[in-house]
């Protein structure tokens, strides 16, 4: 039987007539990173923070760790680590010091702890640097160490890649991977970056105007990405009027995308535009064993076929796909 950490059923977030999150069943599994991906402003920040207690639903019910947290509050908080937006500190100490503080605070200060937590998010060599001087990956990883420094079973983070340059989202990608395999944390993440989510995430939750639309496993995410071929034609007017005449439809059998820089190159050039020739790409999107005989029937009209490729639609495409279609 599956053991979730988090579960929820039918929770709602309504701030006067605006109803934030909409009745969301949530299943977030021990041991994975659950990706909850969506645009700003799609209600992911206050669910994470429903979750939290940070923010009272409206309506709904939340289990954490199998428990109802407003029964056992203290028993499931003190085993949750979090960050939500951006993880404060004093400016003029150094890492060392503000996670000393943070844990007297708490009143669990180990000075083992702090030290683990550092080696662990690659600071403990920092010892002098004042947490002013740190770059945005570094101030990030330290608010991860003091999520983790209670040694918590849960994890929740909201959006701990933005503004990361691609150093460092790696280095907060690679620490998020190392605290589920190595030590079993499940972690929620939420974030508005897909490739990121992508990567990292084993269960991805797509949120949308407050509704969560969907939850896949990577693995059922690449079974339900759309197939398509893709031609790189020298004269895309030519090859989509015969797309046209075999009776494909656009959008519903293909798409194209002109391709600009030749666009241009013509307009440069003084060209007459009803006597060059444009070249593009098209997008094959059903009937896919035919295009050997549409690369055959644009070759024989004349039409320099560049590029032929079988190709899956991205994460990106496929989370437009499923928002449109809902």
Do not use: W
């Not at 923070?49 to 003190?78: A, Q, T, W």
């Not at 003091?146 to 690679?174: C, Q, S, T, V």
Request: proline fraction near 2%.
């Amino acid at each position: 039987m599956t053991e979730y950490i988090i579960e929820t059923t039918g929770l709602s977030k309504k701030y006067s007539n605006n109803l934030v999150v909409n009745s969301i069943d949530m299943h977030v599994e021990k041991g994975k990173i659950y990706g909850l991906l969506g645009k700003n402003g799609a209600g992911k920040t206050t669910t994470m923070c429903m979750l939290l207690n940070l923010v009272y639903p409206s309506d709904g019910k939340i289990l954490l760790f199998g428990k109802d947290p407003r029964n056992h509050s203290k028993e499931v908080y003190s085993n949750i680590g979090s960050i939500i937006e951006a993880p404060g500190f004093y400016e003029n100490l150094t890492a060392y010091e503000n996670l000393e503080v943070i844990a007297k605070l708490r009143g669990n200060y180990n000075p083992l702890n702090v030290k683990m937590v550092l080696e662990m998010v690659d600071l403990a060599h920092e010892k002098t640097k004042q947490f002013k001087d740190f770059s945005l990956g570094m101030k990030q990883r330290l608010g991860i160490a003091a999520a983790i420094m209670h040694n918590p079973e849960l994890l929740i983070l909201d959006e701990p890649i933005n503004g990361l340059d691609p150093f460092g989202i790696k280095e907060i990608r690679d620490l998020l991977k190392k605290l589920s395999c190595e030590y079993g944390v499940t972690i929620l993440i939420s974030s508005h970056i897909l490739s990121e989510i992508e990567n990292i995430a084993d269960v991805i939750g797509f949120m949308d105007e407050g509704v969560l639309i969907d939850e896949i496993t990577r693995q059922e995410l690449h079974e339900r990405l759309n197939k398509y071929v893709e031609f790189e034609v020298s004269d895309i007017d030519l090859a989509l009027e015969l797309m046209n005449k075999t009776g494909f439809k656009e959008n519903k059998d293909y798409c194209y995308k002109r391709s600009l820089g030749e666009y241009i190159e013509d307009l440069d050039s003084g060209e007459n535009s009803e006597e060059s020739t444009v070249g593009g790409t098209i997008h094959l999107l059903s009937n896919l064993d035919l295009r050997d005989k549409f690369n055959t029937l644009f070759v024989s009209s004349g039409i320099d076929v560049r590029k032929v490729n079988l190709c899956e639609e991205n994460l990106e495409e496929f989370f437009t796909r499923i928002i449109s279609n809902d």
